[in-house]
């Protein structure tokens, strides 16, 4: 594959997906109902990446290291710590975890 | 700026993980700078890992970045000007950036989004820098659990936007439906899927 082809489709695509919403849709009002969608857009977006993330190898399920990782940095996260050192502990839980086993 | 050091992190990874799936050092950095998108790079990379083609790599990438029309249509009301000066402010947005600037009644401070994503912009080039330069020296990065990067901050990013019980809700649908469809259908289109859990917010 030529990579270079493939970071220029990417750039593309990108730029266009971001421009489109502010270009499109402009400065105009819009309903009340439509903006309590987008409101709730994010938090199914976020649990979907968190769950894909930490839990599916391609179209695998499977539970891992990572999957540990990342529940211990939740864990830290629901305590209130800073995402900073729930990235970090995770990153080491994963670390310590593959080399234990 | 927790965000900039997370972007920092990931970056680098990605620099790492781009060096092994044979791009060059100056191909990782290019893509960091122009696409700058985590979830789209790691998309594209893990398609060109796993032997997939030039499109399918592109539209997994695109796909993987479907939620950003989402936040630029949610952004829209609060950007001034033209439809070019609208397009150039439309592509500060990242996650954490546009949950930051979301003031949660349907409007965004465009300044908060435009001064938290210049940092994670600065850090994810100089991370991918690093990354790509030093990558080669670490061997397999996966031992090193960088993969628990991503979806680590991720989640940090969820627990600050469970305000309420409908918020909770459609995060519960959206992880469900994510999880249901990952046998079945490419990478990407999971997550999209998962965004349609937010129409439950057309009932009052």
Redesign the interface.
């Known amino acids: ?7 220029v ?3 593309v ?3 266009l ?14 309903p ?2 439509f ?22 190898d ?4 499977e539970v891992g ?2 999957t540990v ?2 529940a211990v ?2 864990l830290l ?2 305590r209130g710590r ?3 050192l ?2 970090l502990v ?6 310590a ?3 234990a086993f | 700026m927790p965000y900039a050091v997370v972007a920092f992190v990931l970056s680098m990874s990605f620099g790492v993980l781009a060096r092994q799936a044979g791009f060059s050092a100056t191909q990782a950095i290019v893509t960091s700078a122009l696409v700058f998108a985590g979830s789209a790079q790691f998309a594209a990379l893990s398609v060109v890992v796993s032997g997939g083609g030039l499109v399918a790599a592109v539209a997994a990438a695109t796909l993987m970045i479907g939620r950003f029309l989402a936040m630029g249509i949610a952004l829209a009301p609060s950007l001034p000007g033209g439809p070019l000066k609208r397009a150039a402010q439309g592509q500060t947005v990242v996650d954490a950036s546009w949950a930051l600037a979301n003031r949660g009644d349907g409007t965004f401070d465009r300044w908060l989004l435009f001064g938290t994503t210049l940092p994670q912009y600065l850090c994810w080039i100089g991370g991918t820098v690093l990354g790509a330069l030093v990558g080669d020296l670490l061997g397999d990065p996966d031992r090193f659990g960088l993969d628990a990067v991503y979806p680590t901050f991720f989640l940090g990013m969820l627990i600050a936007e469970l305000r309420d019980r409908r918020s909770r809700t459609v995060a519960a649908v959206g992880a469900v439906v994510a999880l249901a469809l990952v046998p079945f259908t490419p990478p990407g289109v999971p997550i999209l899927a998962a965004a349609a859990a937010s129409l439950l917010g057309l009932r009052r």
């Open positions: 594959m030529n990579l270079w082809l493939l970071i489709g990417c750039v695509t990108t730029a997906v971001k421009a489109a919403g502010p270009v499109v849709v402009g400065g105009r009002e819009l009340a109902g903006l309590r969608v987008v409101a709730l857009m994010a938090p199914p977006l976020l649990a979907a990446l968190v769950v894909t993330a930490a839990l599916a391609g179209q695998r399920l290291a990572d990782g990342v940095g939740g996260l629901w800073s995402v900073v729930a990235v995770a990153v080491m839980v994963t670390t975890l593959r080399a």
